[in-house]
């Protein structure tokens, strides 16, 4: 069990990897940072914010305590559609909980993003996918405002469809791939 499999957690599911073959996107609008891969041909890679990432450790820790139990971490994984949280969590739980205390607190949890070399873009996909709930390509405000609220979130339809509507680079009404990519990545700098 790498760390991997804890930020595929953090962000709700691991999907398989295995897709039919797709045209390549077209290139992300002007206003978001392109996403470049490096001269190795290797996935490029991101560095979280740390604000953003304590954002969302604060969604796993309910209940503001400063770190995040095995029951917190179970039930956020399962709102975001885990198979096996609790089998998943024991494993995430053995590799980040390094100090043994039975909690992940920031420190372990910022750690586990830093020896996973940061963000991929595969890591964003697999976001985008717990969002795009009819697996259509598409985020539509409905569907983020489902995924929201089984976050915890309290917003109205109104509210999403101004995210989607701020994310929305080709004026569809919905958030494709490369608008969700561009969002994700506004903050956070190559590595």
Do not use: H, W
Request: aromatic share 8%.
């Amino acid at each position: 069990m790498s760390s991997k499999s804890f930020f595929n957690l953090k962000y709700g599911v691991s999907r398989k990897s295995s897709s039919p073959k797709t045209p390549p996107p077209p290139p992300p609008p002007p206003q978001t940072q392109p996403l470049r891969q490096s001269k190795s041909n290797s996935p490029a890679v991101f560095q979280p914010n740390t604000d953003e990432m304590r954002r969302v450790f604060n969604k796993f820790d309910k209940n503001k305590d400063g770190k995040i139990s095995k029951e917190e971490y179970t039930s956020a994984v399962g709102v975001l559609g885990g198979k096996n949280p609790k089998s998943d969590v024991s494993k995430a739980f053995q590799v980040i909980d390094t100090d043994g205390d039975g909690f992940i607190d920031f420190d372990e949890f910022m750690e586990a993003q830093k020896s996973e070399g940061g963000v991929k873009t595969a890591d964003i996909k697999s976001a985008f996918k717990v969002f795009d709930l009819d697996g259509n390509g598409k985020i539509t405000a409905e569907e983020l405002l489902q995924v929201l609220r089984k976050l915890g979130e309290r917003c109205s339809l109104e509210a999403c469809r101004k995210m989607v509507k701020g994310a929305d680079a080709d004026g569809d009404g919905m958030i494709d791939v490369n608008e969700f990519m561009g969002l994700m990545t506004r903050t956070m700098k190559l590595a």
